[in-house]
C-alpha cells in the first residue's frame, strides 16, 4: 500500500515569505508527527497530533510555526516568516496509534526546505 | 532533558561487522530505538528494545543495552554495501509521545 507522502519535496523560498508543507500519512493511521532535520543535527521532535488534536506542541521553535490536521488525515505545517534557520528537512511520520513498539512511525520522504 | 548522542561517522569493509554505538540519558527511557535512512528515503525502523532487556537479536542485527551506563550498541553481522546508511538511535519514555533522537551515524562500507 501507499506510504506517508509529503508536499512538495523541495521549497526553495525567500526569507519573510510563508510556507505550508504537506503530509499525507497512511490510511488509517491516527497518530502523525512533524519533526525537523537541520544539517548537522539529529531530528527535532515538533509536534503530534492524535487524530485532529495536537496534545503536544511543545517542540514548536517559534510561534512563526503552526500545524493543523484536518478529518484525522492529512496535515499542514505552516511557517510564516521563514528565516535561514528554518532551512532544513521536514519529516512527516504516521503510526497506527500513539507511538509504541508495536506501532511503528512510518517516515515519509520530508520536503526541503531552503530559504534564501 | 533527553539527549541521544552516537558518533558521526563509520567505516567498515564489507564481510566485517559493523558496531554503532549510542549513549542517553534519560535513566526513565522505556523504549530504544534504531533506525535507518538510506539515502533519499525516508527512516525506517530497524529494530527497538525494551528497558528492561539487555540484549536483542534479529538476523543479522544484534542490539545490546547496558542499562547503568545508558549506553546502546548495534551490531550489524556481515556488513553488506546495501547496509551503507546512516543509523539513528532513538529513546523514548513510556509515559510521553515524544521520540528523541540522535544525530545520526553515517556508515560506509567498503567493498
Known amino acids: 500500500g501507499a506510504g506517508v507522502s509529503q508536499s512538495p519535496s523541495n521549497k526553495v523560498t525567500e526569507k519573510g515569505k510563508d510556507v505550508e508543507l504537506r503530509c499525507d500519512p497512511i490510511s488509517g493511521h491516527t497518530a502523525l508527527y512533524w519533526y525537523r532535520q537541520s544539517l548537522g543535527q539529529g531530528l527535532e521532535f515538533l509536534i503530534y497530533f492524535q487524530g485532529n488534536s495536537a496534545p503536544d506542541k511543545s517542540g514548536l521553535p517559534s510561534d512563526r510555526f503552526s500545524a493543523e490536521r484536518t478529518g484525522g488525515s492529512v496535515s499542514t505545517l505552516t511557517i510564516q516568516r521563514t528565516q535561514q534557520e528554518d532551512s532544513a528537512v521536514y519529516l512527516c511520520?504516521?503510526?497506527?496509534?500513539?507511538?509504541?513498539?508495536?506501532?511503528?512511525?512510518?517516515f515519509g520522504p520530508g520536503t526541503r526546505l531552503t530559504v534564501t | 532533558g533527553e539527549d541521544v548522542e552516537q558518533s558521526l561517522f563509520l567505516s567498515v569493509r564489507e564481510g566485517d561487522s559493523s558496531v554503532i554505538n549510542c549513549t542517553y540519558t534519560d535513566s526513565s527511557s522505556t523504549y530504544l530505538y534504531w533506525y535507518k535512512q538510506e539515502p533519499g528515503a525516508g527512516l525506517q525502523l530497524l529494530t527497538y528494545?525494551?528497558?528492561?532487556?539487555d540484549m536483542k537479536q534479529d538476523q543479522r542485527l544484534t542490539v545490546l543495552l547496558n542499562k547503568k551506563d545508558k549506553h546502546l550498541s548495534l551490531r550489524i553481522a556481515d556488513t553488506q554495501t546495501g547496509d551503507s546508511a546512516i543509523y539513528f538511535c532513538a529513546e523514548k519514555h513510556g509515559g510521553y509521545q515524544k521520540v528523541t533522537f540522535g544525530i545520526g551515524t553515517k556508515l560506509q562500507v567498503i567493498p
Open positions: 528494545i525494551f528497558s528492561n532487556m
Open positions: 511520520a504516521s503510526s497506527l496509534g500513539l507511538v509504541t513498539p508495536s506501532y511503528e512511525q512510518y
